[in-house]
């Protein structure tokens, strides 16, 4: 069997964040969350079926990946290697047009694109809320990155995760917000993900609290992009993020992401929403700030950040569209 297919996915941030698993094998989450995708921060991935039953191949922005990257890769690959009925290896490269590693959920738009072009390289008709659950296994947050806009993955409550995918609920151009990510850092983190929730779980007695928040913060967050209402968004995506922030820092011995530098840009982000700009931040695990704003402050608002010596870099982004196959 060879096959040959080309896809494109956009990263995605959390406004109501996911950290903790109740089944890390599956990555099944322990509660929902909600997101925006994002065009301008994609990867692009090319699948080929290779014609033996060699090892997989695995080159990530020109360079063989590493032994992380290649088992989360796996973990979609094999799955649909076996729907497919083969034993075939594949030969996978897969470019990121953003940093990867540094908060900004290059696994998201990484694992997403793979399900995508695999499930295309292999001749397997699925639709998108089953490559949702496919990437969901190798990322949780790549189950969000199949779909466009304003994305919010269910938690589900079976074993098997059959009820655990991603679900679009509002469309790109139904609210155009404008993300200015200020990278502070651009290396990779020192804690991945999967190591960090566990760690949350096991050792943080802020994480069950954190958690029982997420529920009435979906229902809030959706309502306020609902109304296009960026102070209510800002209100509740803030505190989702500190509050996740606060749990994984609650964990013994503390994971912390954010960085000196991270803090520079949230204090800015407060002294412009004290002057009445419209705009907040969210931050994941890692130390870079994505900012949120209108179109229409855009302007004010990369001008203040690109003030701060702290801020490497600005990368602009808005709500984009689903995960696609390109060729
Ligand atoms: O799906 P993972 O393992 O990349 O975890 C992502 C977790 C956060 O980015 C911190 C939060 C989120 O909901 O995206």
Same mark, same amino acid.
């Given at each position: 069997?060879?096959?040959r297919?080309?896809?494109?996915?956009?990263?995605?941030?959390?406004?109501?964040?996911?950290?903790?698993?109740? *089944? =890390? #094998?599956?990555n099944? =989450?322990?509660?929902g969350?909600?997101s925006?995708?994002?065009?301008g921060?994609?990867?692009?991935?090319?699948?080929?079926?290779? +014609?033996?039953? +060699?090892?997989?191949?695995?080159?990530l922005?020109g360079?063989?990946?590493?032994?992380? %990257?290649?088992? $989360?890769?796996?973990r979609?690959?094999?799955?649909l290697?076996?729907? !497919?009925?083969?034993?075939? &290896?594949? #030969?996978?490269?897969?470019?990121?047009d953003?940093?990867?590693?540094a908060?900004l959920?290059?696994? &998201?738009?990484?694992?997403a694109?793979?399900?995508? !072009?695999?499930?295309?390289?292999?001749?397997?008709?699925?639709?998108?809320?089953?490559?949702?659950?496919?990437?969901?296994?190798?990322?949780?947050?790549?189950?969000?990155?199949?779909f466009?806009?304003? %994305?919010?993955?269910?938690?589900?409550?079976?074993?098997d995760?059959?009820?655990?995918?991603?679900v679009?609920?509002?469309?790109?151009?139904?609210w155009?917000?404008?993300v200015?990510?200020?990278?502070?850092? =651009?290396?990779?983190?020192?804690?991945?993900?999967?190591?960090?929730?566990?760690?949350? $779980?096991?050792?943080?007695?802020?994480?069950?609290?954190? @958690?029982?928040?997420?529920?009435g *913060?979906?229902?809030?967050a959706?309502?306020?992009?609902?109304?296009?209402?960026?102070?209510?968004?800002?209100?509740?995506a803030?505190?989702?993020?500190?509050?996740?922030?606060a749990a994984?820092?609650?964990?013994?011995?503390?994971?912390v992401?954010?960085a000196?530098?991270?803090?520079?840009?949230?204090?800015?982000?407060?002294? @412009?929403?004290?002057?009445?700009?419209?705009?907040?931040?969210?931050?994941?695990?890692?130390?870079n700030?994505?900012?949120?704003?209108?179109p229409?402050? #855009?302007?004010?608002?990369r001008?203040?950040?690109?003030?701060?010596?702290?801020?490497?870099?600005?990368?602009?982004?808005? =709500?984009?569209?689903?995960?696609?196959?390109?060729?």
């Amino acid at each position: 069997m060879t096959g040959r297919a080309t896809a494109r996915a956009s990263a995605n941030i959390a406004l109501v964040k996911y950290w903790g698993k109740r *089944d =890390p #094998q599956l990555n099944l =989450p322990a509660r929902g969350s909600f997101s925006v995708t994002l065009a301008g921060l994609t990867t692009t991935t090319t699948v080929t079926v290779l +014609g033996n039953d +060699g090892e997989d191949q695995f080159v990530l922005n020109g360079e063989v990946a590493d032994a992380g %990257v290649l088992k $989360k890769a796996k973990r979609v690959l094999d799955p649909l290697r076996n729907r !497919a009925g083969t034993r075939a &290896a594949f #030969q996978v490269s897969s470019t990121n047009d953003f940093p990867t590693g540094a908060g900004l959920a290059s696994s &998201a738009s990484g694992l997403a694109a793979l399900a995508v !072009a695999t499930a295309g390289a292999l001749g397997l008709d699925l639709d998108a809320t089953e490559l949702s659950r496919v990437a969901r296994v190798g990322s949780g947050s790549a189950c969000r990155s199949l779909f466009g806009g304003y %994305v919010e993955w269910l938690a589900g409550e079976q074993a098997d995760g059959a009820d655990s995918y991603a679900v679009p609920r509002f469309d790109a151009d139904w609210w155009d917000l404008r993300v200015v990510v200020a990278v502070v850092a =651009p290396g990779k983190k020192a804690v991945n993900s999967t190591d960090g929730m566990t760690h949350t $779980k096991d050792t943080s007695p802020f994480h069950e609290p954190f @958690l029982a928040t997420v529920d009435g *913060d979906l229902i809030a967050a959706k309502a306020a992009v609902e109304g296009r209402d960026l102070a209510a968004l800002g209100r509740v995506a803030e505190r989702s993020s500190l509050r996740m922030h606060a749990a994984m820092q609650g964990a013994d011995p503390a994971l912390v992401y954010l960085a000196p530098e991270s803090w520079v840009v949230i204090t800015a982000v407060r002294k @412009l929403q004290a002057a009445g700009v419209p705009v907040f931040f969210t931050a994941d695990a890692g130390p870079n700030i994505k900012v949120f704003t209108t179109p229409d402050a #855009q302007e004010t608002v990369r001008a203040a950040l690109l003030d701060l010596p702290v801020v490497r870099r600005l990368v602009a982004a808005r =709500p984009g569209g689903a995960a696609e196959r390109i060729e």
